[in-house]
């Protein structure tokens, strides 16, 4: 498929067929997933791809706690999320060991190239190389018709999920991906805020682009 077509609609897909994804077709998406850029080179990133229906339950039970938690401070007013985002993601949450592959996304710690590690403040730098990695996978998953959402929520469990899954000590968990056919179309037109919002000309806050020309 076009690459900007499949950019601009690989949005969060959280509706599964329970049809298995076959192991060739897998293998494309790891095979695209390793072109992303890693800082040094490194190649810090491992991917278990857990399809065993007794570790999705026990993966699916430690997910549950964490998006209720988010759907509370929702209804507080305390986390920002669409009404879609709420109900799909409860939805995905409840049915979390029903979906056919979950990606769990690994890094060698030592091997991430972390140069903002002596800030005063949270590091980012350290996921910038992963990231782009499962941003290919999903992308080389749009291409073969499979939906994908990138959660984080699981990171939180990180030390169950890690004993659980055999994950050697010197990696972290760095996202879990869910992955498979999809129940619904997917979409063809994804919400975000236009280029004029967010793109700026030499200095902070002046606009490259004038209002006119923001691609919606
Ligand atoms: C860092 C990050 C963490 C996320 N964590 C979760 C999650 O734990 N559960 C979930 O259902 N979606 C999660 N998402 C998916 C987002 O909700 C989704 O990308 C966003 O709402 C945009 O959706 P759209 O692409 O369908 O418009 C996460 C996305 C990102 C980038």
Not at 23 to 39: K, T
Not at 47 to 69: G, H, S, T
Request: charged share 20%; net charge negative.
């Amino acid at each position: 498929m076009d690459l900007i077509e499949a950019i601009k609609t690989t949005g969060a897909c959280r509706y599964f067929r329970p049809d298995p994804v076959p192991d060739d077709v897998l293998e494309l998406l790891f095979d695209a997933a390793r072109f992303g850029p890693q800082g040094g080179n490194r190649q810090p990133v491992r991917y278990i791809v857990v399809r065993d229906p007794a570790l999705k339950k026990q993966l699916a039970e430690w997910y549950l706690p964490y998006w209720n938690r988010i759907v509370d401070m929702a209804a507080r007013g305390e986390y920002r999320g669409s009404a879609r985002l709420l109900s799909d993601g409860t939805q995905m949450a409840n049915h979390f060991g029903e979906i056919p592959v979950l990606v769990v996304v690994c890094a060698v710690l030592g091997d991430l190239a972390r140069t903002d590690a002596e800030l005063d403040r949270p590091g980012i730098v350290g996921g910038a190389s992963v990231y782009p990695s499962v941003q290919n996978l999903m992308l080389a998953a749009r291409n073969e018709g499979l939906g994908t959402t990138l959660t984080t929520l699981l990171c939180a469990a990180e030390p169950q999920v890690k004993e659980l899954l055999g994950i050697p000590p010197e990696l972290i968990t760095c996202a879990t991906i869910a992955l498979g056919y999809p129940e619904r179309p997917l979409p063809t037109k994804l919400s975000r805020a236009p280029v004029t919002a967010m793109v700026f000309s030499d200095r902070y806050g002046a606009p490259l682009f004038p209002p006119e020309t923001a691609m919606t």
